[in-house]
């Protein structure tokens, strides 16, 4: 588009005030907050539903690890959760509900894909797939890390004649019942559908690259009648949810630093591994780096599951694929109907194709030697932009949800702020965000990321992009904006 056609779409474009961008929890949540505070806003979402991973995941098995009366928001809970660990469906019909009940369907424009936002004329342009143009004050990314697909870089991967999908891809039409069924990946997904597929499936097998640490935390339904109770007396879940809360909190701190809690997740692991009979099974499953290096994989029901007659785990090596099957490094074919890629996602491209702050720098030019932000909420650089769960949030510590509802606080209280000085933009200090990188980096090496193994969790700079400090450190830094590490620059 030339400089001409862009002046004139914009000052036809129309404005919404705040743009968020995703309406899965992240951008749900940012919008009550903005509802509240009378503030005009539209999510702009690529689907035609809410949700986010909760819409797009609907695998065999999906729940969620974090306990249900924790991965709900604070101030909407949920007396009616079936289980500790709730499946998928019913954690996205809770989202469905909390968008329902402050009508933000009103809010959200669906169906519009955002490819590129630029920060011109003091506001961010914003360029929808289907080429509209947007106006907006602020921007706010709250796409998330885990949802563009990662397919896997295997030869013949698109010979292969059965039927394939990624998880978060879940082909419901294809038949499974009798099938060989083949698995690729033993993240949190993996794991989490072999035991349902092992129901169904004639023979099924789990392609291994790494072996996981799994630490058992049994699932459970709660009765008709605990949850008449919950429902006749609220406090009942607000204290299930403060004992969660302080449990997984106070747990968490075994990523970041060691201790009782790294050597207690150590131990309940290591444990778990022990109940596998099979020592040859066993040897196989045994991870050679620390429990919690990688994302840590909770089930009861994993090793049960492959020491079943017709489930295999294969820890060879992917040699190619071709019509027929998984042929691995033995040069074995393993013949197979369906083929699952439990492959993970690409968690290091964030946020939305083209986002351009100052000066015609772009956010991937800015990130050009890894993601640099200021308390992983916003960039120098970048006026009026927020991101929701960015880099180094604290992803792989605490639920997701209080990561959510505390940065979304933290932005309307920068938002805010700009009410007090009008025709100005708010962006932090570079030198706050160069001070808070430092630390960060070296927080970072007392963390158990660090101690040998790839994952997700890692960058391409080699830098884990979680939170390495504890979970009260992370409310202390985001309890309110520090606002001498900001500029108030013109926006006129
Ligand atoms: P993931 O943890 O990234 O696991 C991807 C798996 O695919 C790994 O086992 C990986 O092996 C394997 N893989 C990737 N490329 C491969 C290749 N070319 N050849 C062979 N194997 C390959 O992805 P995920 O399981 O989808 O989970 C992603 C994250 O989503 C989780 O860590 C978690 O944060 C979240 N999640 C949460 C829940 C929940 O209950 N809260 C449930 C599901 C997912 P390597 O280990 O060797 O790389």
Known sequence: MGQGDRQANTSEARNVGT?????????????????????????????????????????????????????????????????????????????????????????????????????????????????????????????????????????????????????????????????????????????????PLSKVASELTMFQR??????????????????????????????????????????????????????????????????????????????????????????????????????????GGIDHIEAGGVVTEDGKLHELDVLVLATGFSAHEWGIANVVGLNGIGQKEAWAEGPRTYRSVTMPGFPNFFMIVGPNSPIGNISIIEVSETQTRYILDCIERLDQSPGKAIMPRREAAERFQAKLGEAMKDTIWVTGCSSWYVGPDGAPTLWPWTAPEFHRQMKKPDFVDFEFIDAV
């Open 210 to 315: 790494t072996a996981q640490w799994v630490y058992p935390i049994g699932n459970r339904t709660y009765t008709e009648r605990e949850r008449k109770w919950t429902r006749r007396l609220p406090v009942l879940g607000a204290l299930t949810r403060f004992v969660y809360r302080q449990l997984f909190n106070r747990a968490s701190a075994g990523v970041v630093e060691d201790g009782f809690w790294r050597k207690q997740m150590a131990k309940g692991c290591r444990e778990h591994l022990e109940t596998v009979k099979d020592p040859e099974l066993r040897e196989k499953l045994r991870p050679d780096y620390e429990p919690g290096c990688k994302r840590l994989v909770m089930s009861t029901d994993f090793y049960p599951t492959l020491e079943k007659e017709h489930v295999h785990l294969e820890t």
């Open 19 to 195: 743009a968020i961008i995703g309406a899965g929890m992240s951008g749900l949540v940012m919008g009550i907050r903005l509802k509240n505070a009378g503030r005009p806003f539209r999510i702009l979402e690529k689907a035609q539903s809410v949700g986010g991973t909760w819409r797009e995941n609907t695998y065999p098995g999906l729940a969620c690890d974090v306990p249900s009366f924790f991965y709900a928001l604070s101030f909407e809970p949920n007396p009616d959760w079936s289980h500790r660990f709730s499946p998928g469906r019913e954690i996205c019909e809770y989202f469905e509900g909390v968008a329902k009940k402050y009508r933000l369907h009103d809010d959200i424009d669906f169906g519009i894909e955002i490819t590129d936002a630029r920060f011109e004329d003091g506001g961010w342009t914003i360029q929808a797939g289907n080429g509209e143009v947007i106006r907006a004050d602020f921007l706010i990314d709250a796409t998330g890390p885990l949802h563009i697909k990662n397919y896997p870089q295997i030869e013949g991967l698109d010979d292969f004649e059965g039927t394939m999908f990624h998880s978060a891809a879940w082909d419901h039409s294809a038949p499974l019942e009798g099938k060989r069924i083949g698995v690729i990946g033993n993240g949190s997904t993996g794991v989490q559908m072999m035991a």
